[in-house]
């Protein structure tokens, strides 16, 4: 992905608040229709109902941390949370166990790998590193408080239903389909096991985590739990307080190195925020203390991020001037 040249459009900087609800909708909108006819990428195909989707879906959703509500396209079209889910969960995790227990565990690392790597495991000892890939959610999941896993997974469920502020359901044909072809995610799951890093059953963490993988959302849901770790831990459409602060930034700390697999660091280096993707097509990004934007269109680029939503969201990040690395000089006394 190119960086977006952005010549008629005023830059901002990271410093400060988001401008108006009428120019931030102005400018949503304006991000949808430029790459509205943006066909590159490929629908994954691995699990096999996901190839059914329809490539041409794409929605676009900002939701602000004062609760401002922006949607462009597709944004209520719903879809499988997937990989997105791995950053709300652990998020429940460390408010749970405090983050030292869970980085023990899991780690807060990039592993550089794709993110179903079995190598990654080995390489490391067993240590699965990065919290944001396969390996590290299962032993993530496999955290989750709860006396069994049909706990667990209502923890979950609960938890990710109240970042999103409305009750999440199951996509029971999406999780069927993965359940009879996650070989791959069971094999880790055992991996994890033998090198002591699952207290619990493989094959129920694992399923726990295909549960929670195959939970419906939208893209204005995504913007919403999203806008919750920008809000301090506020969700700022309810108003109910979903987790600490401390809890969102050690969260976006680690979302910040991992979000996007293994071109994680390409794009904080373009994009300069904090964000997840799922294989579905949906990415979310965090601004802290102004809002959070999510994309969802189905085409991927090799490491398995939706090639739209990242430029959408990439230019809504210099319009908006979100980029937490950007800053101007201060006025200063001799100038
Ligand atoms: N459930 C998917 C899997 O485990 C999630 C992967 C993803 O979104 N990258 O393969």
Known sequence: MEPTELADVEQNVSTGSL????????LVRDAHRRYAGEQGGVVADYIPILAEVDPDLFGLALIES??????????????SIQSISKMFVYALAIQHHGHRRV??????????????SVMALE????????????AGAIATTALMPGATSVEQWELVREGLSAFAGRALSLDGAVYASE??????????GRLLRSYGRLQSDPEEAVD???????????????????????????????GDRVVSADVCRDTLAVVAATGLYERSGEWLFEIGL??????????????PGKGAVAGFSPRLDPAGNSVRSQLAIGHLSRSLGLNLFASAPAAHASD
């Open 19 to 26: 401008p108006g609800w009428g120019r931030v909708d102005e």
């Open 66 to 79: 004062n609760g401002g509500l922006h949607d462009a396209g597709d944004a209520l079209h719903p879809f």
């Open 103 to 116: 980085r023990e565990i899991v780690g807060v690392n990039n592993t550089g790998l794709p993110f179903n």
């Open 123 to 134: 390489l490391n000892g067993g240590h699965p590193m990065n919290p944001m890939v396969n």
């Open 179 to 188: 359940a009879q072809t996650n070989e791959r995610n069971r094999a880790i």
């Open 208 to 238: 726990v985590y295909t549960r929670q993988c195959a939970l419906s959302v939208t893209a204005h849901d995504l913007a919403v739990m999203g806008a919750t770790l920008a809000d301090g831990g506020v969700n700022p459409v309810t």
């Open 274 to 287: 904090p964000a997840k993707s799922g294989v579905t097509g949906g990415i979310v990004a965090v601004s």
